[in-house]
């Protein structure tokens, strides 16, 4: 089952959480970013199964990250973050090939589900 996870917030206390949420249920993180451009870059080198991607972060925003790794691998499997009150860009994230959403504050079981959902 151990599918290879790509962590991208600018929060770092958010990536722990996610990763600690992942770990603990069989799945490995392989790599974390702070920002959309990191992000891309950590795609193209990892390879993840599954990448779980922020919004709202400096230097490239997660639409656009989104973008640029669809872009690049139109098989990439990508589940945006949220937080509360960002419906127009969950739904423009949505338009540009995320597979799900999860709303911030994370709830253990929504992010289990939610990976479950897209990589098994």
Same mark, same amino acid.
């Given at each position: %089952?151990?599918?290879?996870?790509?962590?991208?917030?600018?929060?770092?206390? =958010?990536? =722990? %959480?996610?990763?600690?949420?992942?770990?603990?249920?069989?799945?490995?993180?392989?790599? #974390?970013? #702070?920002?959309?451009?990191?992000?891309?870059?950590?795609?193209?080198?990892?390879?993840?199964?599954?990448?779980?991607?922020?919004?709202? %972060?400096?230097?490239?925003?997660?639409?656009?990250?989104?973008?640029?790794?669809? #872009?690049?691998?139109?098989?990439?499997?990508?589940?945006?973050?949220?937080? =509360?009150?960002?419906?127009? =860009?969950?739904?423009?994230?949505?338009?540009?090939?995320?597979?799900?959403?999860?709303?911030?504050?994370?709830?253990?079981?929504?992010?289990? #589900?939610?990976?479950?959902?897209?990589?098994?």
């Amino acid at each position: %089952m151990a599918k290879n996870i790509l962590i991208c917030d600018d929060a770092a206390f =958010m990536r =722990m %959480m996610i990763k600690d949420i992942l770990t603990k249920n069989g799945y490995t993180v392989v790599g #974390e970013a #702070e920002n959309g451009l990191k992000a891309v870059d950590k795609y193209t080198e990892l390879k993840p199964d599954l990448v779980l991607m922020d919004i709202t %972060m400096p230097e490239m925003d997660g639409i656009q990250a989104l973008k640029k790794i669809k #872009e690049a691998d139109p098989s990439a499997v990508v589940i945006m973050c949220s937080a =509360m009150g960002q419906q127009a =860009m969950v739904i423009e994230s949505i338009q540009a090939g995320a597979k799900d959403f999860i709303v911030k504050p994370f709830q253990a079981d929504r992010v289990l #589900e939610a990976v479950q959902k897209v990589v098994g």
